[in-house]
C-alpha cells in the first residue's frame, strides 16, 4: 500500500528520536519550519507531529512547540525491551524503510530493481528436477547442506586458486545468517571486535543484539587503514575483524594485494580471525583481493551468498572454513535452525550446471560498469566525487560539499518520494566526518534524482 506524506514524515522523525539524532527533551523545529524542510503543507506537518504524540514520542506544550519525550510516554510493556536490544532495532531503521514500496525513486535501497533480476530465476521447473539430485527430497539432509552444492562451489573455488574441500563448506540463509552463526559460536558478551567504517549496518545491529563491543576500522580506497588497525589490534586485543575484501558496503572498494598481504600478517601475528564477507565473490571483472587466496583459510572464514546476485527473497549463501571450523559452525546451524533450504540449495546448484548463473553474471557486471560510469560523470558534472570511482560491486559512496547536513536532505527527499541511505547508518562512531549517501548504482537512472540533488546542492 501506498504511504502518505505524513507516514513518512512521521516515520523519519520517529527514526531519528530512536537512533539519538533527535534526544529526549529536544525541542522539534516550529510546525512552519519543519513544513519549509519537508517540502509539505503546514496541516501534513501537523498530522506528522500529531502522530508522533499519539505514540509518546513528543509531547506538545503549549505556546512552545513539541519535544521528544524523556520517558516513552508512560506506556508500561509487560516486558521492556533491553537497551542492547532497542539499539539494534535502532541500527537497521533504514532497512525497515527499504521495504516501504511506496517511495518511487530508490537510490537508497541494497537491493536491485525487478528489471535486473527478473530473467535470472526460471520461470517454471522441468518435470524431472528433483530426480537430478542426491537423496530424499522430504528430507532434512546434512546440517552442513546440500551435497551438490557443496561440491560446486569447489570447483568455483578451486578455479580461483583456492583448493578446499566440501567439507570446509557450510550452506546458510544468506550471508547475514552466516555472520549469526560466526558471532554466536565464538564470541562472547563483552568481546570486543573490529569492523570496516564505514561499514555493513546491519552487521552493527548484529553486534549490538550480541552484547558485542565493536570498534571501526577506517576504510580508505585500498582497504583498511593498516596503521589504525595495527593501534587498534594492540589496544583492543580483538578476537575477529569483519571486513570485506571486494564491492565493500557502502564505498564499493576493494583491498588490494600489499594491504591484503599486511592485513593477514596482522591477524596471523596477533591470533585474530578475519572474517570475509563478499556478497559478490561470483560477479565477474570485479576488483580486489580476496583474503583466503592468500591465506587459503587458516585465519580467514569466508562467507557469500547467492541472494544478492539473484533475488533477495531466495535466501542461499555458504561460508568456508578449516575444516574444524566449518564442523562447529554446521554443529550450532544444526542446533539452531536445524538445516537451511535444500530445495533453494539445489535450485541454486541446478542454475549454475546449466550456466544459467554464469549468463545472468554476466549481464550483470556489464550493465553496472556502464550504470557506474554514468553515474560518476553525471556527479562529476556537480563538482562531485565518490571514494572509489574504480570500485566493484552495486553501490558506491557520493560524498557531499562541507557544509551540507545529510539528514535533512534525506527527509525533503523523502517528502519527494525519493529514499536516499544517508552516510551516518554506516559508522560506528558519529564524530565529524563529510556528509555522504550510499548510491546504488542499480538503481542510479532515475532523472528526478539528479534534479533533486542539483536543486539541494545549488
Not at 33 to 51: G, H, I, L, P
Not at 140 to 165: C, F
Not at 304 to 333: D, H, N, Q, V
Not at 380 to 385: A, H, I, R, V, Y
Request: charged fraction near 25%; hydrophobic fraction near 40%.
Amino acid at each position: 500500500m501506498r504511504s502518505s506524506k505524513a507516514d513518512r514524515i512521521t516515520e523519519t522523525l520517529a527514526g531519528d528520536i530512536a537512533s539519538g539524532v533527535l534526544k529526549a527533551g529536544q525541542r522539534l523545529p516550529s510546525i512552519r519550519r519543519a513544513a519549509e524542510d519537508f517540502e509539505v503543507s503546514k496541516n501534513t506537518m501537523v498530522e506528522a507531529y500529531d502522530r508522533l504524540a499519539a505514540r509518546g514520542l513528543v509531547q506538545g506544550v503549549q505556546g512552545s512547540g513539541f519535544f521528544v519525550t524523556e520517558t516513552d510516554g508512560g506506556a508500561v510493556p509487560d516486558l521492556p525491551q533491553p537497551p542492547h536490544m532497542i539499539e539494534a532495532f535502532d541500527q537497521v531503521s533504514l532497512l525497515n524503510a527499504q521495504l516501504d514500496q511506496g517511495l518511487q525513486v530508490r537510490i537508497g535501497d541494497g537491493r536491485p530493481p525487478l528489471s535486473w533480476m527478473q530473467d535470472a530465476l526460471p520461470q517454471k521447473l522441468s518435470g524431472n528436477f528433483l530426480q537430478r539430485f542426491e537423496g530424499d527430497q522430504t528430507a532434512y539432509g546434512s546440517a552442513y547442506g546440500s551435497a551438490d552444492l557443496r561440491e560446486v562451489i569447489p570447483q568455483k573455488t578451486r578455479r580461483a586458486g583456492m583448493a578446499i574441500g566440501p567439507d570446509q563448506v557450510v550452506t546458510t540463509f544468506g550471508a547475514n545468517h552466516a555472520m549469526d552463526l560466526i558471532i554466536r559460536r565464538y564470541l562472547e558478551p563483552g568481546d570486543t571486535v573490529l569492523v570496516d567504517e564505514p561499514g555493513y549496518y546491519p552487521l552493527f545491529a548484529k553486534l549490538k543484539l550480541a552484547k558485542i563491543q565493536h570498534v571501526g576500522v577506517r576504510r580508505t580506497p585500498s582497504g583498511p587503514d593498516l596503521e589504525q588497525l595495527r593501534g587498534l589490534i594492540r589496544l583492543h586485543r580483538p578476537k575477529l575483524f569483519f571486513t570485506q575484501s571486494r564491492c565493500q558496503n557502502p564505498t564499493g572498494t576493494a583491498i588490494d594485494l600489499p594491504s591484503a598481504h599486511a592485513l593477514l600478517q596482522l591477524a596471523a601475528h596477533h591470533g585474530m580471525r578475519v572474517i570475509d564477507n563478499d556478497p559478490f565473490a561470483d560477479l565477474p571483472d570485479q576488483p580486489g583481493t580476496p583474503l583466503a587466496l592468500l591465506d587459503q583459510f587458516e585465519q580467514v572464514i569466508a562467507i557469500s551468498t547467492y541472494s544478492k546476485l539473484l533475488s533477495a527473497s531466495f535466501r542461499t549463501g555458504y561460508l568456508i572454513a578449516a575444516p574444524r571450523i566449518a564442523r562447529e559452525l554446521a554443529e550450532l546451524k544444526l542446533i539452531t535452525v536445524v538445516n537451511s533450504s535444500r530445495f533453494s540449495e539445489m535450485l541454486t546448484c541446478e542454475m549454475i550446471t546449466n550456466r544459467r548463473y554464469q549468463r545472468h553474471l554476466k549481464k550483470t557486471a556489464q550493465r553496472l560498469a556502464e550504470r557506474r560510469a554514468d553515474f560518476n560523470a553525471r556527479v562529476g558534472t556537480m563538482g562531485l566525487s565518490v571514494v572509489a570511482p574504480d570500485g566493484g560491486g552495486f553501490y558506491t559512496f557520493l560524498q557531499l560539499p562541507e557544509g551540507h547536513d545529510e539528514e535533512r536532505i534525506a527527509r525533503r527527499a523523502l517528502s519527494k518520494g525519493i529514499f536516499l541511505a544517508p552516510g551516518r547508518v554506516f559508522h560506528v562512531g558519529q564524530e565529524r566526518r563529510p556528509a555522504a549517501f550510499r548510491i546504488n548504482l542499480t538503481r542510479s537512472d532515475d532523472p528526478r534524482f539528479y534534479s533533486f540533488l542539483k536543486r539541494e546542492l545549488a
